[in-house]
């Protein structure tokens, strides 16, 4: 398998202050650990690009960017939500992560790549249409699912989240859309209380009680998500991959360890084989115990590459 990473150093210069858990050292952990273990070795490392306004307003309209970007402060930082704040440097990062996975799906639907890890920050998957919440600007997935849609001429997209946090940004976007299934695995009830209860067909919540463990997990993902993705035949797989679910992670109290996310990985590469040539474009959403989060990433990352 070829397995493409991609990343970018601006990634690191959104910084919300020592205190926030959605750091820059989150990166940096990642990189060391695959670095040292040799995986990064296995792997075509790229650069991310900007994405550009055109790519991003199919997901964001341009009215909501353009307030976004006069939110961005000189100095020092500004809420714009409780938890999620911008620094003078915060949408050079929100920029370069949603370019990663503009990147990502050009490889895979280039046959550049089997599959694609896109290390990025700020995550994605609770900015919604209008609304950035949860430490997200721009739904960084939901960027890279319209790209596949609107440049490639992809029928049918899956996009599936792990993350111990529900997926609301990507169901506010793609809610009621045919073409794009969307499965969210999240405790509940929990953070971001809203669209927990689905009403439309393309929306598969997998509601998850606290405490619970690999083997719930691992059961629930098989009932619910397997079937949707043999009914779906998605022509490609996007990933939120968070890894706060982890046992470890100080955000939620899901117990699932890294051979969950290796097992979980593996599974949706054999639906991608099945179904979509093998096309699996997988993002960072969270993940806050920075070895935890290092050592999962790199069980996933192994899986990518088939190792
Ligand atoms: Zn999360």
Redesign the pocket.
Same mark, same amino acid.
């Given at each position: 398998m070829i397995t493409s990473f991609i990343s970018h150093q601006d990634c690191t210069l959104h910084n919300m202050g020592p205190w926030h858990p959605e750091s820059p050292h989150r990166l940096t952990a990642i990189d060391e650990r695959l670095r040292r273990s040799g995986l990064m070795q296995e792997l075509l490392q790229y650069k991310a690009r900007p994405v550009t306004p055109e790519q991003l307003f199919r997901v964001h309209p341009k009215a909501h960017v353009r307030s976004l970007e006069l939110s961005v402060p000189e100095d020092g930082v500004v809420a714009i939500e409780d938890e999620t704040l911008l620094c003078p440097h915060s949408l050079e990062a929100a920029t370069m992560a949603a370019g990663a996975v503009i990147r990502g799906t050009e490889q895979v639907l280039k046959n550049q790549a089997d599959n694609v890890f896109c290390a990025v920050r700020p995550p994605g998957h609770h900015a919604e249409r209008v609304e950035s919440m949860g430490f997200c600007f721009y739904n960084n997935v939901a960027v890279g699912v319209e790209h596949a849609i609107q440049n490639f001429g992809v029928q049918r997209v899956a996009v599936l989240d792990f993350?111990?946090?529900h997926a609301n940004g990507t169901v506010d976007i793609f809610k009621g859309r045919e073409d794009v299934l969307v499965c969210s695995s999240f405790q509940h009830p929990f953070y971001p209380w809203r669209y927990a209860d689905s009403e439309w067909d393309n929306i598969l919540n997998t509601p998850l009680d606290a405490g619970a463990g690999g083997l719930d997990f691992r059961r629930a993902i098989e009932a619910q998500w397997l079937p949707a993705l043999q009914m779906h035949r998605p022509d490609i797989i996007f990933i939120s991959a !968070?890894f706060?679910a982890h046992q470890e992670d100080p955000?939620g109290e899901l117990n699932l360890l890294e051979d969950d996310y290796y097992w979980i990985t593996q599974l949706i590469c054999d639906v991608a084989k099945t179904y979509s040539q093998g096309r699996v474009v997988s993002v960072l959403? !969270?993940g806050y115990e920075l070895d935890a989060l290092a050592r999962s990433v790199e069980k996933h990352v192994q899986a990518l590459a088939g190792l």
């Open positions: 993350d111990v946090h !968070g706060d955000m959403e !969270g």
